[in-house]
């Protein structure tokens, strides 16, 4: 079946503009999670969502970034006034739910210029 | 608070040389335990997993034991191809199901 999805697979924005980076888990699957990977490190979490809710938002690193999750499918990460430190690979995976394996998409490469 | 630290690469191997790439990791309780590979151009996929002490898990002739004493998880392969050539990276979910990567480490098998 199909994978996870992320769109767009790229995006280029300019500093203070405001971004959405969309993320379609696998069917059927109700933990989703969203990292960022910037160049040279390992993925970071950002956070993770059970059904609709987030179930641990922990890892966002400000009151910039804010995800969705409304029917408990597609996510949306949205980042308000992007900073040119925001540029890294976000990542979206999604399971069967948190005791299973993660099933990654191939990220957004976010660039703030 | 939790984290993994990892080998630093780059890692290069001839053909069939045995590999070993270590992993460490700080965490409360008992944390589940990953390898994670990323092949070029491809996103992450799940190597293998031990979900508690002693475990061994296993998957195309890769191999890494949950070490609690030394809280290790280090990954082993007897002979490498240049298939397996990849940025490896080891993670751990703690209790509360957040997950923690290491920064990874790039494997390069050369024939």
């Known amino acids: 079946g199909a994978g996870v999805s992320q769109t767009p697979s790229n995006k280029v924005t300019e500093k203070g503009k405001y971004v959405e980076l969309r993320c379609d888990p696998i069917s059927g699957h109700t933990a989703l999670y969203w990292y960022r990977q910037s160049l040279g490190q390992g993925p970071e979490f950002l956070i993770y969502?059970?059904?609709?809710?987030?179930?641990?938002d922990s890892g966002l690193p400000n009151d910039r970034f804010f995800a969705v999750r409304p029917e408990g499918s597609v996510s949306t990460l949205k980042i308000q006034r992007t900073e040119r430190g925001d540029s890294a690979v976000y990542l979206c995976?999604?399971?069967?739910?948190?005791?299973?394996?993660?099933?990654f998409g191939p990220g957004t490469r976010l660039t703030v210029t | 608070g939790d984290s993994v630290t990892q080998m630093e690469g780059p890692v290069t191997l001839s053909e069939e040389a045995f590999l070993t790439i270590n992993c460490t990791y700080t965490?409360?309780?008992?944390?589940?335990l990953f390898w994670y590979v990323q092949y070029p151009g491809e996103g992450l996929q799940l190597l293998l997993k031990?979900?508690?002490?002693?475990d061994k898990g296993s998957n195309k002739g890769f191999e890494a034991t949950y070490r609690k004493e030394t809280t290790s998880f280090h990954l082993e392969k007897g002979s490498v191809q240049v298939s397996d050539s990849a940025v490896y990276f080891c993670?751990?979910?703690?209790?509360?199901?957040?997950?923690?990567f290491g920064t990874g480490t790039s494997l390069t098998v050369i024939p």
């Open positions: 969502f059970q059904g609709t809710g987030a179930a641990d």
């Open positions: 995976a999604s399971s069967l739910n948190p005791l299973y394996e993660q099933y």
């Open positions: 031990a979900t508690k002490a002693d």
């Open positions: 993670a751990l979910m703690n209790t509360g199901n957040q997950f923690y």
């Open positions: 965490a409360t309780g008992y944390p589940s």
